[in-house]
Nanobody, 115 residues
Framework: VQLVESGGGLVQPGGSLRLSCAASGFAFSLYGMTWYRQAPGKERELVASISSGGGTSYYAGSAKGRFTISRDNAKNTVYLQMNSLKPEDTAVYYC?????????WGQGTQVTVSS
């Protein structure tokens, strides 16, 4: 199982970014996917999750109304569209999958929101 995040960077407050997580090594379309983030000095927290077929999603309160999780099962990729970014969204963002009783994480992508 391999998860590779991309799309992070430096953005001004109010800006947008779209993160991608390319998956391989398992039947992507059969598994729900989750985005987490970890800010410096804080615990890793769930941001959003999406069901295997994409029909059901969940958002943490901090993400609701600003972030959108989606997936393209033909491309084995899950996305996180982040709008109206705030400095408190600064963190390393990770995607995660629970596969065969194990949890797999990507290496993370840094998002920095600053003027």
């Amino acid at each position: 199982v391999q998860l590779v995040e991309s799309g992070g960077g430096l953005v001004q407050p109010g800006g947008s970014l779209r993160l991608s997580c390319a998956a391989s090594g398992f039947a992507f379309s059969l598994y729900g996917m989750t985005w987490y983030r970890q800010a410096p000095g804080k615990e890793r927290e769930l941001v959003a999750s999406i069901s295997s077929g994409g029909g059901t999603s969940y958002y943490a309160g901090s993400a609701k109304g600003r972030f959108t999780i989606s997936r393209d099962n033909a491309k084995n990729t899950v996305y996180l569209q982040m709008n109206s970014l705030k400095p408190e969204d600064t963190a390393v963002y990770y995607c995660k999958v629970d596969y065969r009783a194990r949890t797999y994480w990507g290496q993370g992508t840094q998002v920095t929101v600053s003027s």
